[in-house]
C-alpha cells in the first residue's frame, strides 16, 4: 500500500489518538490524578469528574467517525477481545451527527435517480428526520399517495470508509505478523468479520433485501409491521420505503396512550427476537428501543436493517441448549453447549470454566432466577469469557448483545417485564421440538445420507492416501504445547553449565601448573609458559562462548 495514498486521513487519525490516546495512556498508566482532562484544558469536554480509560478510547473513536464508530459497537460485542469495562462503554457511542445541507444531500438523489428525481415523488421534505454518519432520513410523498422516508447515503462517507479500512488492515496485518497477541486472537479474522459487517451496511440494497426477508418470516404476524421496500427508487446509496407512523418506543412516557397493553407490547417485542433468532436464524442486531414503533392499531413496526446476524441450525440447536441451561442454572449443561459452538481458547480448560460458571450459578441461587435482571447476569458470563479467554465468532457474540437489549425493550414498554420469566416457558416449547420424533428423523436421515457418502468415497481416499505413503510424501508434524519455552529453559541450563566446566578445568590447570614449577625450581620459566596457556585456554573459551551467542 502507498504510504502517501492516505497521508490526510492518517494525520487526522494520528492527532486524534495523540489527544484523546494520551488520557487513555496516562490513565492506564495509574497517573490520571495528575493530569485534569476534565478542566478541559486538552480539548475534553469541562465537567466535575475525572475520565476514565475507557471513556478516553470512546471519545477517540466518536471523533474520528463512521468506521471506528462501527469498529467500537461491534468490539462492545466481542467479551472475548475487550475487557467488560471497555464493553460497557462502548455501547454508549451514539451515532448521531449533526445534518448536512439538503444541497450536498440533494446531489447524491440526483446521481442516483438523475437530475429529475423530483418527478418520482408528490412532495419531498428538504428538513431531515434523523441524521447519523452513514446517511440522513428524508419523509417523502409518492405519486400514489404512499408516505415514504427516503434513506440517503452522504456524500464521500464510503471513500472515508475505504480509507479506514486500508489503514486498519494495514496495522492489523503487522500486529497479526510481529505481535504474538495478535495471532492468538486472530485479529486478521476479527478484522474481516467487521469489514463485512460495515460494507454491508454500507450497501441499502441489502438493507432491502434484509427487511424483505423479515417481512416474508413475519407475514402471518399482524402484530409486527415491516415496511416494503420500493425497488424502483432504491439504489445501494438511497433506499425509498414505508413510512413507519407511531410512537417510538425510546419516547414513551408514564403517561403516553396506548391502543394495547405494555405488557402485550413487551411480549410482541422479544418474542419477536426470539423467533428471529431460534426459529429462523436470521436477527435483527441492533434491536434498540429507537428501532421498534407503536402503530395506532397495536402493531409493532420495526426499522433499520442494516445489521443482522445468522446462525446455522447447529449454532441455534447449540445456542437454545445454552440460554435454557442458562436459566436453569445448570453449569454443567451449558458447558456442554459451549464446547458445541466452538467457543475455546488457548487458556480455556474445562475444569477452570465449570467453576467460574458454578460460582456464577451459586451467586444468583439465592435469588429467583425468574426476578434477576438478564443484563447482569450476561455481563457476568463475558467477564468470565473476557477471563478464560474464550473465542466467539462473530454471530454468536451477537447474541448476547442482543439478548440484554431485547431485555432493555422489554422493561421500557413494562417496567415488569423479566426477561427469563418470559424465556424459560418459551425456551422449553423449542427444547422440547428439538428433539421431537419428526426432527429427530430428518436427523437420522441426514447422518445416514452423510455416512452412505463418506462410504462411497472411502475406498478412494484410501487408495489416494496409500499412495503417497509409498511415494514418501507423506509428513507427520508433531507439535507439543510449551514445549519451544522449556526446550529454551534446558539449552540456557546446558549453556551455563558447559561455560562452569570449562573455567572450572582452566581454574585447575593453573594451579597444576604453578604447584609444578615451584617444587621444580622453575618459578619463572613456569610463569611464563603459564602466561602462554591462560592466552590459548582463554582464546578458545571466548571462542566456544561466541557460538553459544550465535546459536541462542
Not at 476479527?190 to 454491508?200: A, H, M, Y
Not at 469469557?385 to 425493550?409: C, I, N, T, W
Amino acid at each position: 500500500m502507498n504510504r502517501f495514498r492516505y497521508f490526510k486521513r492518517y494525520r487526522r487519525i494520528i492527532a486524534t489518538l495523540m489527544r484523546h490516546g494520551f488520557g487513555w495512556l496516562v490513565v492506564e498508566a495509574g497517573l490520571g490524578g495528575l493530569v485534569p482532562f476534565h478542566w478541559g484544558l486538552f480539548g475534553h469536554a469541562r465537567r466535575q469528574e475525572r475520565y476514565t480509560g475507557p471513556e478516553h478510547l470512546r471519545l477517540a473513536f466518536e471523533e474520528l467517525g463512521t468506521t471506528f464508530i462501527k469498529l467500537a459497537q461491534i468490539l462492545s460485542t466481542r467479551p472475548d477481545l475487550i475487557s467488560p469495562a471497555y464493553a460497557e462503554e462502548f455501547t454508549k457511542l451514539q451515532d448521531q451527527v449533526p445534518p448536512l445541507p439538503f444541497d450536498q444531500m440533494e446531489a447524491v438523489l440526483k446521481e442516483e435517480l438523475g437530475p429529475d428525481y423530483g418527478e418520482r415523488f408528490a412532495a419531498f421534505d428538504p428538513e431531515p428526520m434523523a441524521s447519523a454518519s452513514i446517511g440522513q432520513v428524508y419523509r417523502a410523498i409518492l405519486k400514489n399517495g404512499k408516505a415514504v422516508i427516503v434513506k440517503v447515503q452522504k456524500p464521500g462517507v464510503r471513500e472515508t470508509v475505504d480509507q479506514d479500512l486500508a489503514i486498519l488492515e494495514n496495522l492489523i496485518r503487522r500486529l497479526s505478523q510481529r505481535a504474538e497477541w495478535g495471532k492468538t486472537y486472530d485479529l486478521e479474522g476479527v478484522f474481516e468479520e467487521f469489514s463485512f459487517f460495515l460494507k454491508n451496511e454500507l450497501d441499502y440494497v441489502r438493507e432491502g433485501q434484509n427487511a424483505d426477508r423479515f417481512r416474508v418470516m413475519f407475514r402471518d404476524d399482524p402484530r409486527l409491521f415491516i415496511p416494503t421496500i420500493y425497488w424502483d427508487c432504491s439504489t445501494a446509496r438511497l433506499l425509498v420505503m414505508d413510512e413507519v407512523k407511531g410512537i417510538k418506543v425510546n419516547e414513551l412516557s408514564d403517561d403516553t396512550s396506548l391502543p394495547v397493553s405494555r405488557h402485550r407490547l413487551a411480549v410482541t417485542a422479544v418474542e419477536a427476537v426470539f423467533k428471529e433468532i431460534f426459529e429462523h436464524g436470521f436477527f435483527h442486531a441492533d434491536p434498540h428501543p429507537g428501532n421498534f414503533v407503536i402503530r395506532a392499531d397495536g402493531s409493532l413496526g420495526l426499522m433499520d436493517f442494516g445489521l443482522v446476524g445468522f446462525l446455522e441450525e447447529k449454532e441455534r440447536a447449540s445456542f437454545l441448549r445454552f440460554f435454557y441451561a442458562l436459566v436453569k442454572g445448570e453449569a454443567e449443561e451449558m458447558i456442554d453447549a459451549l464446547w458445541d459452538m466452538g467457543i475455546t481458547g488457548p487458556y480455556a480448560t474445562r475444569p477452570a470454566l465449570k467453576r467460574d460458571l458454578n460460582h456464577l450459578v451459586f451467586q444468583f441461587r439465592e435469588s429467583s432466577l425468574k426476578e434477576l435482571a438478564a443484563r447482569d447476569m450476561l455481563r457476568e458470563i463475558m467477564a468470565i469469557a473476557y477471563r478464560r479467554q474464550l473465542h466467539f465468532p462473530a454471530d454468536l457474540a451477537l447474541l448476547f448483545k442482543v439478548l440484554a437489549m431485547s431485555e432493555g425493550l422489554g422493561a421500557m414498554l413494562d417496567p415488569e417485564f423479566k426477561l427469563f420469566a418470559f424465556a424459560e416457558g418459551y425456551l422449553r416449547e423449542q427444547y422440547r421440538a428439538l428433539f421431537s420424533p419428526g426432527k429427530i428423523a430428518r436427523q437420522v436421515e441426514e447422518d445416514m445420507v452423510n455416512l452412505v457418502q463418506l462410504g462411497r468415497g472411502l475406498p478412494h481416499r484410501l487408495s489416494h492416501l496409500l499412495q503417497r505413503v509409498e511415494q514418501g510424501d507423506l509428513q507427520f508434524t508433531l507439535k507439543h504445547e510449551g514445549l519451544e519455552k522449556e526446550s529454551e529453559k534446558i539449552a540456557r541450563a546446558l549453556n551455563a553449565l558447559t561455560v562452569s566446566i570449562i573455567l572450572t578445568l582452566f581454574l585447575i590447570a593453573v594451579g597444576i601448573y604453578i604447584l609444578a614449577g615451584h617444587f621444580m625450581g622453575f618459578d619463572y620459566i613456569w610463569v611464563n609458559i603459564l602466561l602462554g596457556l591462560m592466552v590459548v585456554t582463554g582464546f578458545i573459551s571466548l571462542k566456544i562462548l561466541f557460538h553459544f551467542w550465535r546459536g541462542r
